[in-house]
């Protein structure tokens, strides 16, 4: 008795998960309670455990994008899986020593169908027409089931929302449609099957595979005289000509009816670099012919000219993280879906950093962590969202949700992406559990230990590109919340001060908002108050 192991619900928002790491391995013996796999979700990392002890199957790969429900494994009852085998006097081969189907004798009374099974048939599926197009209809068949088709014969055709196109037999057999005119697919779903004609000659009849180009009629029309299909390229041919700039009229198609194949595509490709090149195009049916793409236009200059590059031209491709899709999808959501606006000031560090010589030893000392920075904006955001609580305010449906309380965001950079975990009541911490509770949830972000509940929530997000050396930024929102203050670097600059210019630490402040709650004159008043606050720190301490 076997039972399945199932990626667990995780979280409201969650639909899918990553399978990051196996711990164990495809047989391995796992106790109940064991840890089997690692799993990786957009907002946390977490492990699964077997079930049940017995023999692990693995059925997901590593990498793999599953959904909550999907079968990761299962696990079959027993201490071993290869105690059952006692057959070592017979004289079968290892192949039969390792399956414990008792049934092995009866494989042989199958083997007269294998003149049905050894049918190839290729799935045609809808090709990639374009970046943004993720879907097609299916507006017609152009060719019926069971017709005999050729190789680059047009046999649907798909409409998407730009443009219509043809579909193309990729080779010559028996069309086997599965999709219906007027379906919707997306890209890469299976329209049909095409089953080669020497199956279908095996299938009919015992003849010998010289008799199966007899069951064609229609590979004789690759000589057919000019007709609508003449000179005009495959979807294939055509996307490789459009890359390589060969005009389609200088091609003579050697596809159905004169069509322009992929390989004519190709060829051309190859003459076009190299004007004396013209070879044979090899025919499936033994013939050839040539592809007469040499015109004094081609001869005249090289359709497609080398540049002089030197050094390494190499890619490297990495599927992305369930965070970074995430967190993609969710960027581009709030550009579409609020009217963000950012407005900017600039503050004077000196205060703060003159606080920090003078007294981080003796704060570190009785308070075992360090005075940053990251306390003192905290501090001094909750203190403006008092005045001006439209700032730290929600939309949900139709109504504007104000809160009484300051959950504050910070964003931290971990390994695997961009992380926003929460600091709850901030408005009544101090600056020192304001330090602690940083520093613990940037430790948890680098070890990828945060948990759903830690990183949900929040009603305004501070973020430090500074650290980074960002000198100025527009800080996107973090939804659904209306306002994002980012930090900068802090660079010495010579500023006015009494009529004097003098030089002082100075960073610039960016407060980004959604114009359909906020203001602008909330926006701007609230980014003063922090900088009051910010300029004054001794305001933090006496609440004005």
Not at 202 to 215: C, K, L, M
Not at 353 to 368: A, P
Request: charged share 25%; proline share 5%.
């Amino acid at each position: 008795m076997s039972l399945t192991i199932k990626v667990p619900p995780v979280g409201e928002s969650i639909t899918e998960v990553t399978l990051a790491s196996w711990k164990k391995k495809d047989g391995d013996q796992v106790q109940m309670d064991e840890v089997i796999a690692e799993l990786e979700s957009d907002k946390a990392t977490f492990e699964l455990t077997a079930e049940k002890a017995g023999i692990l199957k693995i059925v997901a790969k590593e990498g793999d994008t599953l959904p909550i429900g999907a079968v990761v494994a299962s696990i079959e009852e027993g201490s071993s899986a290869s105690e059952p085998v006692t057959v070592d006097s017979s004289s079968s081969s290892k192949e039969d020593a390792s399956a414990s189907q008792p049934a092995i004798a009866s494989a042989p009374t199958s083997q007269p169908a294998t003149a049905t099974t050894t049918s190839t048939s290729l799935q045609v599926k809808v090709p990639t027409v374009g970046e943004s197009i993720t879907e097609v209809t299916l507006s017609r068949w152009i060719k019926k089931d069971g017709d005999t088709v050729a190789m680059d014969e047009a046999i649907a055709e798909l409409e998407s929302d730009k443009a219509t196109f043809e579909l193309t037999a990729e080779k010559a057999g028996i069309l086997k449609t599965i999709a219906k005119e007027g379906d919707t697919l997306p890209i890469g779903a299976v329209v049909c099957t095409i089953e080669s004609s020497q199956t279908a000659a095996v299938e009919s009849s015992s003849s010998s595979n010289d008799d199966a180009p007899s069951s064609q009629p229609a590979t004789a029309t690759t000589t057919a005289p000019s007709s609508y299909a003449s000179g005009v390229p495959s979807p294939a041919a055509a996307k490789i000509l459009a890359e390589t700039g060969v005009p389609s009229k200088l091609i003579t198609g050697t596809g159905k009816a004169g069509r322009i194949t992929k390989e004519d595509a190709l060829l051309a490709e190859r003459i076009s670099e190299n004007p004396q090149v013209s070879k044979d195009v090899k025919k499936s049916d033994g013939g050839s012919q040539t592809a007469e793409v040499v015109s004094p236009k081609v001869e005249a200059g090289a359709l497609k000219p080398e540049a002089a590059v030197s050094g390494s031209r190499t890619d490297r491709r990495e599927k992305m993280s369930s965070l970074r899709k995430t967190v993609a999808k969710r960027l581009v959501a709030v550009k579409n879906e609020t009217a963000m606006l950012t407005t900017f000031n600039e503050v004077d560090m000196s205060p703060i950093m003159e606080i920090r010589s003078k007294y981080k030893d003796k704060f570190k000392e009785k308070h075992g962590v360090g005075l940053g920075f990251m306390s003192f904006f905290t501090k001094a955001v909750c203190e403006a969202l008092k005045d001006w609580p439209a700032v730290g305010a929600r939309i949900e449906g139709e109504e504007v949700v104000y809160s009484n309380f300051a959950d504050i965001s910070i964003a931290v950079s971990a390994p695997k992406g961009l992380v926003v975990p929460v600091i709850r009541n901030a408005e009544s911490m101090s600056l020192a559990e304001i330090e602690k509770a940083v520093a613990a949830l940037a430790a948890k972000a680098r070890d990828n230990k945060l948990t759903l509940e830690e990183m949900t929530g929040g009603t305004f997000t501070i973020t430090n590109g500074g650290v980074f050396g960002s000198m100025m930024s527009t800080p996107i929102l973090n939804s659904p919340q209306s306002a994002i203050l980012g930090m900068h670097n802090i660079i010495e600059r010579p500023v006015a001060v009494n009529g004097q210019v003098v030089i002082r630490p100075m960073m610039y402040l960016a407060l980004s908002y959604d114009h359909r709650i906020v203001d602008g004159r909330e926006s701007v008043s609230f980014l003063v108050r922090v900088k009051q606050l910010l300029e004054d720190p001794a305001r933090l301490l006496l609440g004005v």
